[in-house]
C-alpha cells in the first residue's frame, strides 16, 4: 500500500478516475461522495445531499464532471469546481445501483430495481425507460456501437440498443458446476478495449468473458421488434 485516504466515515462502495485531471472520487454508505488530489491525498470536496448510501460514482471531462446515485433513488450531477450539487435525477422509485456513460454521445444511463433509465446531459433530461429486465440491476456496460448491457442479481444479461431501447438478447448465465443456483448473480460487467468481447464478475466465484458470435444470422438470431416500444411511457 503506497497511499491511504482518509475521510469516509463508513464502507466505500464504488471509485472513479477523473478522465483528465488527478482527482479521484469515491462514494460511500456514509450518504457522500469525496473528492480527493491523487497526489497529495488532500480531500478537495465532500459532496453531500443525498440521504442514503451512495452506490455509485461516474467522471467525465466534461460537466457536470461527476455523477453519484444513490439508495435514496435519486442521481445528483455535481459541479466539481464548485463541489455542489447542479442537478437531482428523481425519476426512480428504488435504490440506483449502477450508471454509465455513453462514450461517444452526450448521454447515460442508470440501473434499479425498477427498470434502466436512460438521461442527456448537462441538465439529466430523460429521455426513455428500458424495462423488461425483471430483476434489481447491479451493473450496466456500453459500447461505442450503442449495445447496452444490463447484469442483475438472479443471474441474467439483458443486451438493448441504446438508440432504440429495444431488448434485442437475453442470457442466463449458467452457474458453475458445485456452486448453487442462488449464485447466479452478476455484479459487474465491462466491454474489453476491442468492444467485442464482455468481461463478467459473478456471484458463482467465476469471471466469464462472453464474444460476438461470428455465425449470427438473421435466421439464427431473429429480431422481433415490437412497435408498441414507440408507445412507451415517459416515465
Known amino acids: ?79 466539481l469546481i464548485a463541489g455542489k450539487t447542479r442537478a437531482t435525477l428523481t425519476n426512480h422509485k428504488k435504490s440506483v445501483r449502477t450508471l454509465v456513460l455513453h462514450p461517444r454521445q452526450y448521454t447515460f444511463a442508470s440501473g434499479s430495481a425498477d427498470n434502466i433509465k436512460q438521461w442527456k446531459f448537462p441538465d439529466g433530461n430523460f429521455i426513455q425507460n428500458l424495462s423488461g429486465h425483471n430483476a434489481i440491476i447491479n451493473t450496466l456496460a456500453v459500447n461505442s456501437d450503442g449495445v447496452l448491457v444490463s447484469g442483475a442479481d438472479n443471474g441474467t444479461m439483458h443486451m438493448w440498443d441504446w438508440r432504440t431501447g429495444y431488448n434485442f438478447q437475453r442470457i442466463h448465465a449458467a452457474v458453475q458446476p458445485g456452486s448453487l443456483d442462488s449464485e447466479s448473480g452478476i455484479f459487474a460487467c465491462l466491454f474489453d478495449h476491442s468492444e467485442s468481447r464482455l468481461i463478467t464478475a459473478e456471484a458463482d466465484k467465476t469471471i466469464k468473458v462472453y464474444k460476438e458470435d461470428d455465425t449470427a444470422t438473421e435466421e439464427s438470431h431473429p429480431v422481433n421488434w415490437k412497435p408498441e416500444i414507440l408507445k412507451r411511457k415517459r416515465f
Open 1 to 79: 500500500v503506497i497511499r491511504h485516504y482518509h475521510g469516509h466515515l463508513s464502507a466505500v462502495y464504488d471509485l472513479d478516475l477523473h478522465p483528465t485531471i488527478d482527482v479521484l472520487v469515491t462514494c460511500s454508505r456514509d450518504a457522500s461522495a469525496r473528492v480527493w488530489d491523487i497526489r497529495s491525498k488532500a480531500n478537495v470536496h465532500t459532496l453531500t445531499g443525498h440521504t442514503n448510501t451512495v452506490a455509485t460514482v461516474r467522471c467525465q471531462a466534461v460537466e457536470p464532471q461527476i455523477i453519484t446515485g444513490s439508495h435514496d433513488a435519486t442521481i445528483r450531477l455535481w459541479d
